[in-house]
């Protein structure tokens, strides 16, 4: 059964720092593209990062370009986010996700990702 757990999240005040992980189980990560995606109330879920398999290419959403790190560790079969500098708008639930080899659909439209995980939440006070 293939399934994403999310953990890590929690309440840190602003300019504090998370790593949250993504952990998989009954498939194997180094063949896929991991994203995390956020989700605040109200609003439409949004793209963080992605990671991909195939060619190690990183993507950011602007506004945590230069505060969040991704990575992943095959042998763990987890990848992580290390988010530093955290901001009160950088309060949600966190979700990661994972598509077969490049992050095509995070880049183009989440909703094509199969593979979601039940979201870790975040929540930063100024």
């Known amino acids: 059964q293939v399934q994403l757990v999310e953990s890590g999240g929690g309440l840190v005040q602003s300019g504090g720092s998370l790593r949250l992980s993504c952990a998989a189980s009954?498939?194997?990560?180094?063949?896929?593209?991991i994203g995390w995606f956020r989700q605040a109330p109200g609003k439409e879920r949004e793209g963080v990062s992605c990671i991909s398999s195939s060619d190690g290419r990183i993507y950011y959403a602007d506004s945590v370009k230069g505060r969040f790190t991704i990575s992943r560790d095959n042998a763990k079969n987890t990848v992580y986010l290390q988010m530093n500098s955290l901001k009160p708008e950088d309060t949600g639930v966190y979700y990661c996700?994972?598509?077969?080899?490049?992050?095509?659909?995070?880049?183009?439209?989440?909703?094509?990702?199969?593979?979601w995980g039940k979201g870790t939440l975040v929540t930063v006070s100024s």
């Open positions: 009954g498939f194997t990560l180094d063949y896929y593209a």
């Open positions: 996700a994972a598509e077969v080899a490049h992050c095509g659909s995070y880049n183009r439209d989440y909703r094509g990702m199969p593979y």
